[in-house]
């Protein structure tokens, strides 16, 4: 076929150019902004104060800059753990044949098209109240007096209410991305391995996980985006000002840059552009190493 | 043939529509279709509160009454907050916003039109003396001193305890508490009389400690504590033997039972509207605000009471210094049509507006000839408002440090739930601090 310089030249300049406006300008524009002291995220550029690698310096010796990091780290890790297990668990019993499969498939998945703020106030108002709230109710029924009193939006136990709550809600997302996976894998292996003998935890265990590890480098790459921006169920779980027990960098990231609660804050939108830097390498960090630990092209079908 | 015609001719209409959409937005000035004046106004309230409500109707009969069409736009806080900066930098088109007097004269103070001539009548008719001078000094305070108007105050409040004089009676508490020592006394009766004397929400945990602080080490001492530098010459650390004792006067609170049993874990608005609202707590700490956002969970036999934050005994401030704050409104410096646009304010703050604003949604009046139509609810506020002669920031100032904030608001709901004593609520802070 004969190559049409002039038409692929037609066909690409606007997607390069839109790439180049909408991804490598802020990318860059991030950076740069990074290394200044910037009063507004709009302030003219003859505005800026530079001050090379302070805000980075300055990042990594505020101990409440490292809380932030610790607790976002515990939702990632912690959360993950539950999340892809629990999502994993019902992706599987849902594409083992059950009946009322889409029932359940969008019940499971109903969380992620409620707002995050009906959510979080139905947790912090109803599910953990102290008063009248379900757990509460549910303890006491039980007969589980003990349980029934725990406090669970005091400061010991706020990260995992909030945690708990914000696992409730991802689990359906994430079982979705594992049914789309384990629907193609071929039947075939499956009938194949039940002549051969094998049980329903030995298919799943050397058809469905093998087969999943693409998959999972998916999941766990979207968990780790969505982990990295982790900022409204923190911001609604702590009412004004932030909570040091629920504090995520992106919400502290937007106390530098838009100002907090309702006192006026000083702001430093660089600084608040060095905390998304630090983001970003780390969800590339857990994306290399991702890549390097789950090789999906070591199976032949 | 009849394709490539066909083709040409959706890409004519798709190009014109694109054109169309992407045009610049006619800038001449804000005239509107029919020849009239468009101003815009962004406000900081959500469509739905009743502020909102107020606005919607006032402006509404504003347009009536004049040849001026407005277009207001409900942003909300966040909205506000993140919004309107990018878009005043961007030279988009707005004539008046709104926010709190402390944000507006600061953080937004470069954008603001001088209103010294254009609010002169108005001033002198209407304008409540302290709120006028509370909107000056927020100018001051980021500008050198400089307290020449650029905002102009609307929806007043004062920060400090409402009470239930129900419960109060009940317990035979006579009057409200000025001093701490009778603080003490009303709580302990409320107590032996079997109702919980105090209540707070966690989002207001922290001013509830600043003014606690601010009574001890005044205002300038606890910005020079939380920011840990010298204000206004006077400077604070964490040693201060005022700052132990500010803590052990909170902690006696705490060991003495005064505060809920869920003060921990009152993620706002419960500990006001589930348990003050109600009648199971007496007292709570919250701005004049709290009526109107209670009103669905009021019990019957409620009757409102105010008191201004007691005297602590050698303290640097009494009761008269509080934090009164307000609404602003302001006219972008860029506007092409400021006297306009401080029509639609003056209408917006004065006269019937401001009733509505008393009426519908539980305000304290900002109009100096509505000065004595207060809300029943906030009956009780008026003596506290007008015997306060020193005007606290937000807070105190002791939310000023982004990164002290978050620990502070976690001790001292400790402090209150008994989980530290005043002694150990110092020494977190300190940590925290880094000092």
Redesign the interface.
């Known amino acids: 076929m004969k190559k049409n310089k002039g038409m692929i030249v037609a066909f690409l300049t606007p997607a390069v150019v839109i790439f180049l406006i909408v991804f490598l300008y802020p990318i860059i524009r991030t950076v740069m902004m990074s290394l200044y002291k910037i009063d507004?995220?709009?302030?003219?550029m003859d505005l800026w104060e530079f001050v090379g690698l302070g805000n980075f310096q300055k990042l990594f010796s505020?101990?409440?800059?490292k809380?932030a990091m610790y607790n976002i780290l515990k939702i990632w890790a912690i959360g993950g753990v539950i999340v892809m297990t629990l999502s994993l668990l019902f992706a599987v019993i849902l594409t083992s044949g059950i009946r009322g499969k889409k029932f359940f498939r969008a019940i499971i998945y109903l969380p992620n098209i409620v707002s995050a703020v009906a959510l979080a106030t139905m947790w912090?108002?109803y599910v953990?109240?102290?008063?009248f709230g379900l757990l509460k109710s549910f303890f006491e029924a039980l007969g589980l007096k003990s349980l029934a009193a725990t406090?669970?939006?005091?400061?010991a136990h706020k990260f995992w209410a909030l945690l708990f709550a914000y696992c409730f809600g991802m689990v359906g997302y994430h079982m979705l991305i594992w049914m789309s996976g384990i629907e193609r894998i071929s039947p075939e292996l499956y009938e194949a391995a039940t002549i051969d003998g094998a049980n329903i935890v030995q298919k799943f265990r050397y058809i469905t996980l093998p087969l999943l590890k693409g998959v999972f480098k998916t999941n766990i790459t979207m968990w780790t985006v969505s982990s990295a921006a982790f900022f409204v169920w923190s911001q609604l779980?702590?009412?004004?000002?932030?909570?040091?027990?629920t504090?995520v960098p992106v919400q502290?990231m937007y106390?530098?840059t838009?100002?907090?609660?309702?006192?006026?804050?000083?702001?430093n939108a660089g600084y608040g552009a060095a905390i998304g830097i630090i983001l970003s390498l780390c969800v590339v960090l857990i994306f290399t190493i991702c890549n390097k630990l789950l090789k999906d092209d070591d199976l032949e079908l | 043939m009849k394709k490539r015609v066909l083709s040409v001719l959706l890409c004519t209409v798709m190009v014109a529509a694109m054109i169309v959409g992407c045009g610049k937005k006619s800038d001449d000035g804000g005239s509107s279709e029919s020849g009239g004046k468009t101003l815009v106004y962004w406000s900081m309230w959500s469509e739905e509160e009743p502020q909102a409500k107020v606005i919607k109707a006032a402006i509404a009969k504003f347009e009536e009454e004049n040849d001026i069409k407005v277009d207001v736009q409900f942003k909300g806080r966040n909205g506000q907050r993140e919004g309107l900066q990018p878009a005043l930098d961007a030279k988009q088109t707005i004539d008046i916003f709104d926010e709190d007097v402390n944000r507006v004269n600061g953080t937004w103070g470069k954008y603001l039109l001088d209103l010294e001539d254009l609010a002169a009548d108005y001033e002198a008719t209407h304008g409540v003396e302290s709120l006028m001078a509370i909107a000056r000094n927020a100018y001051g305070q980021t500008h050198d001193g400089d307290e020449t108007l650029h905002s102009i105050p609307y929806q007043p409040s004062i920060f400090g305890m409402f009470y239930n004089k129900t419960l109060f009676d009940k317990a035979g508490v006579e009057g409200a508490p000025e001093t701490w020592e009778e603080f003490d006394e009303a709580c302990a009766k409320l107590l032996d009389a079997g109702i919980t004397p105090i209540t707070a929400d966690d989002a207001y945990m922290t001013p509830y400690i600043g003014i606690h602080l601010a009574k001890y080490l005044g205002q300038d001492g606890v910005k020079s504590l939380v920011m840990g530098e010298e204000v206004n010459g006077v400077s604070v650390t964490w040693d201060d033997p005022k700052v132990l004792a500010a803590a052990e006067s909170f902690a006696d609170f705490a060991k003495k039972g005064y505060f809920s049993k869920n003060i921990t874990t009152n993620a706002y608005p419960a500990g006001q509207n589930q348990e003050f609202a109600p009648g199971e707590a007496a007292i709570v700490i919250c701005g004049s605000w709290l009526p109107n956002e209670a009103k669905e969970s009021v019990a019957d036999d409620l009757v409102w009471g105010y008191f201004n934050y007691p005297t602590v005994p050698e303290g640097t401030d009494d009761n008269t210094a509080n934090n009164i704050a307000n609404q602003v409104f302001a006219i972008n410096k860029d506007s092409k049509m400021p006297e306009e646009a401080f029509k639609l304010i003056e209408y917006l703050v004065t006269g019937d507006t401001d009733k509505a604003f008393v009426s519908d949604a539980m305000c304290i009046p900002a109009d100096k000839e509505n000065a004595d139509n207060w809300p029943v609810e906030l009956e009780g506020v008026k003596a506290g408002f007008d015997a306060t002669t020193k005007y606290y920031d937000w807070a105190a100032g002791v939310e000023n440090n982004n990164d002290l904030t978050p620990a502070l608001k976690e001790n001292t709901i400790k402090l209150a739930g008994g989980e530290l004593d005043g002694a150990q609520f110092v020494k977190a802070m300190k940590e925290a601090a880094g000092q």
């Open positions: 507004s995220v709009t302030d003219a505020t101990a409440i800059f809380t912090l108002q953990y109240s102290s008063k406090p669970w939006l005091d400061t779980f702590s009412n004004v000002t932030a909570d040091k027990s504090l502290y106390m530098h838009f100002g907090a609660g309702n006192a006026v804050t000083d702001r």
